[in-house]
C-alpha cells in the first residue's frame, strides 16, 4: 500500500521509475514520440551526439581511400571528419573535393542521408515549438468554503495568455487507492460534479466549485479516511486557443494535504480608476480565512 501512494499524479514522478513488465518500449518503434516527449537537455545533447557520429563515421569510411579526396590537410582523419561535416550539410566550400569512383559514391549516400536528416530535424524541432500548450496556472492549494453554510471544494485557475481560451471543458475526479472485493488494491475515480464545468471564454481567472452535498463522493469523508485512502484530486482543462487555433490541454492534482478548510481565494480582479480591469496576479494562490 505504501510504494503504491508513492506513485500519485501530485507527486509527478518520472516515468522511469515505474517498471513495465512484458511491455516493449522501444525507441525506434515510436521513434517520433520519443522525439517530442525527450527534455530539452536530452533531445540535443542526443541530437549532438548522433551528429558527431555520424560524421566520424563517414570520415572513417572517406579514410578507406584518402588519396581519393583532394587537397587534405596534415591531419588526415580531422579534415575527413570536417569534409564529412561540409558533405553532410550540402556545403562544400570546395577545399576538398572527391576525385576518385570510390569518394564519390560515399558521398552521393552521405548527401542523400543529409537531406533527409536536415529534413527530419527540421520537422521534429518544428513539431516541438509548435506543439500546442494551455497557459494555464492552478491555484498551488485548494480550498474548502463553508460560506452561506454550504461546504464547496473550489480550486483556482487562470488564463496566463492575452488571448482567450474558448470553450473551455473542466473536468474533477477523486481518485482514491481501495481494496476491491476480491482483496486486490485498485485505483478508484470518482467524478465530482462541478456548479459550472464549461466556462465559454477563459480571459482571466476562474473559480472551480464543487459543492460537498448528499451525491458528492467526498461528504461524509473526514481527512483521516482520504489521507488512508491516498486520496487526491485530479483536475483536467480543455479549451481552443483562440490565437492558435488549436485545441490546448492542462493537467494537474492536489494532495488532500494541500487542502485548506473554511478558506477561501482573495479577490485578484480589481477596477482600476481609469476604467481599465487590473488583475493581480502576485496574489493568485493567496487565500483568506472566513
Known amino acids: 500500500m505504501r510504494r503504491f501512494r508513492d506513485h500519485v499524479l501530485a507527486n509527478e514522478k518520472n516515468h522511469s521509475e515505474i517498471v513495465r513488465v512484458g511491455l516493449k518500449d522501444s525507441v525506434w518503434t515510436d521513434l517520433y514520440h520519443h522525439a517530442l516527449t525527450a527534455s530539452w537537455p536530452a533531445f540535443m545533447a542526443i541530437a549532438v551526439v548522433s551528429y558527431l ?123 482514491r487507492l481501495v481494496m476491491s472485493d476480491s482483496g486486490h488494491l485498485v485505483r478508484k475515480f470518482d467524478q465530482l460534479l462541478l456548479v459550472q464545468s464549461h466556462v465559454p471564454v477563459l480571459r482571466f481567472a476562474f473559480v472551480l466549485a464543487h459543492v460537498i452535498g448528499p451525491d458528492s463522493p467526498l461528504h461524509g469523508k473526514t481527512l483521516a479516511e482520504l489521507e488512508a485512502q491516498s486520496a487526491e484530486i485530479i483536475i483536467t482543462v480543455t479549451g ?48 483568506e480565512e472566513h
Open 53 to 175: 557520429l555520424v560524421n566520424l563515421f563517414f570520415a572513417l569510411l572517406y579514410a578507406q581511400a584518402p588519396d581519393q579526396i583532394s587537397n587534405l590537410g596534415p591531419h588526415t582523419l580531422l579534415s575527413l571528419f570536417f569534409f564529412s561535416v561540409q558533405t553532410l550539410s550540402t556545403v562544400g566550400y570546395g577545399g576538398m573535393t572527391p576525385v576518385g569512383p570510390y569518394a564519390n559514391i560515399v558521398v552521393s549516400v552521405e548527401v542523400f542521408l543529409g537531406m533527409m536528416v536536415t529534413a527530419l530535424m527540421t520537422g521534429v524541432i518544428f513539431a516541438r515549438f509548435a506543439r500546442p500548450r494551455a497557459r494555464v496556472m492552478f491555484s498551488d492549494k485548494a480550498v474548502i468554503s463553508n460560506e452561506g453554510g454550504i461546504p464547496a471544494l473550489c480550486v483556482r485557475i487562470a488564463n496566463q495568455r492575452i488571448s482567450v481560451i474558448l470553450s473551455v471543458d473542466i473536468e474533477v475526479a477523486l481518485s
Open 240 to 287: 481552443t486557443d483562440e490565437a492558435l487555433g488549436q485545441t490546448v490541454f492542462a493537467r494537474t492534482a492536489y494532495r488532500f494535504d494541500r487542502v485548506h478548510h473554511n478558506h477561501r481565494f482573495v479577490d485578484i480582479v480589481l477596477s482600476r480608476p481609469d476604467g481599465r480591469i487590473a488583475v493581480d496576479y502576485s496574489r493568485f494562490h493567496d487565500v
